[in-house]
Nanobody, 119 residues
Framework: QVQLVESGGGLVQPGGSLRLSCAAS??????????MSWYRQAPGKERELVAA??????NYADSVKGRFTISRDNAKNTVYLQMNSLRPEDTAVYYC????????????WGQGTQVTVSS
């Protein structure tokens, strides 16, 4: 069974940093085979795209540009989200998402990891 397992969430103070990890099992990915993304969802709000990485580019939500960095290590089958200068409004459940670039264009969601930034 395919699984994406997030880790690294927790409670931090404003201005602090966290690095989230997403470890994939049941699949192996490379930059060319899967596009990887991080989404987040706060209570009462819609899920939003935070960052994405493909073979060609990285993209970020305006709210996190300059503070967050997405990266991937294909050898470890893991994608990361480095989160710096955290703000209370970054508080959310963060989800890892993988989308295949080729047929059958499969997609997978992780279970989520809680990030809480206290003021």
């Amino acid at each position: 069974q395919v699984q994406l397992v997030e880790s690294g969430g927790g409670l931090v103070q404003p201005g602090g940093s966290l690095r989230l990890s997403c470890a994939a099992s049941g699949i192996t990915f490379s930059t060319s085979t899967y596009a990887m993304s991080w989404y987040r969802q706060a209570p009462g709000k819609e899920r939003e795209l935070v960052a994405a990485i493909t073979s060609a580019a990285t993209n970020y939500a305006d709210s996190v540009k300059g503070r967050f960095t997405i990266s991937r290590d294909n050898a470890k089958n893991t994608v990361y989200l480095q989160m710096n200068s955290l703000r209370p409004e970054d508080t959310a459940v963060y989800y890892c998402y993988a989308k295949g670039a080729r047929f059958p264009y499969a997609y997978y969601w992780g279970q989520g990891t809680q990030v809480t930034v206290s003021s």
